[in-house]
């Protein structure tokens, strides 16, 4: 049972609401952690702000999913890992690929150095050296990509967190921890 109650989509107003009707549009439902996050509106925002942004990357739907799980695997977030690996299947990558990720590992040696560089931004709380960044780099991967991994590890901790804080009850097909 979550810490926290989770909102109601129907007692909400203002930009929460507005945020949530968003999230239904897009999902169909309104996923569990929305629903707890909505509390707080600033909150609410910024997290489905950064989805959007993101969704726009360079990176891609697949990849960004693929970044999404190897970081939830690493912190034992079986919520995101179980919403991403599903979104991630919905964006077309195999459930192999989805398990691969889960340790950082991938068939392509370039989403390989990448899913490697974003769990070494979480191990290493961010302190990358100059070397990490130009193993990246010399695989083909431009700064604008790098810095967007980096936004994509932050965004997934943020909602690792959130999960794991308030015990956020997985509403999503669950997927066992690697």
Same mark, same amino acid.
């Given at each position: 049972m979550s810490h926290i109650p989770l909102v109601d989509p129907a007692t909400v107003s203002g930009t929460a609401k507005e945020h949530l009707d968003q999230i239904q549009a897009t999902f169909g439902t309104v996923p569990a952690m929305f629903r707890a996050v909505a509390h707080s509106p600033a909150t609410l925002a910024s997290m489905w702000g950064a989805f959007g942004?993101?969704?726009?990357?360079?990176?891609?739907?697949?990849?960004?999913?693929?970044?999404?799980?190897?970081?939830?695997?690493?912190?034992?977030c079986k919520y995101c890992l179980a919403a991403h690996t599903a979104l991630? *299947?919905?964006?077309? $990558? =195999?459930? @192999?690929?989805?398990?691969?990720?889960?340790?950082?590992?991938?068939? +392509?040696?370039?989403?390989?150095?990448?899913?490697?560089?974003?769990?070494?931004?979480?191990? *290493?709380?961010?302190? $990358? =050296?100059? @070397?990490?960044?130009?193993?990246?780099?010399?695989?083909?991967?431009? +700064?604008?990509?790098?810095?967007?991994?980096?936004?994509?590890?932050?965004l997934n901790l943020f909602t690792n967190y959130v999960n794991l804080a308030l015990d956020v009850p997985v509403d999503f097909p669950d997927v066992p921890l690697r």
């Open positions: 942004a993101f969704g726009a990357g360079t990176l891609g739907p697949a990849l960004s999913e693929q970044i999404a799980v190897a970081v939830a695997n690493h912190n034992s991630g *299947r919905k964006a077309g $990558v =195999t459930r @192999e690929a989805m398990a691969a990720a889960q340790t950082g590992t991938s068939t +392509d040696p370039r989403d390989a150095a990448l899913l490697a560089f974003a769990l070494k931004l979480v191990d *290493r709380r961010g302190q $990358v =050296t100059a @070397e990490d960044l130009r193993t990246v780099r010399d695989i083909g991967w431009n +700064d604008e990509q790098v810095v967007e991994v980096i936004g994509q590890v932050a």
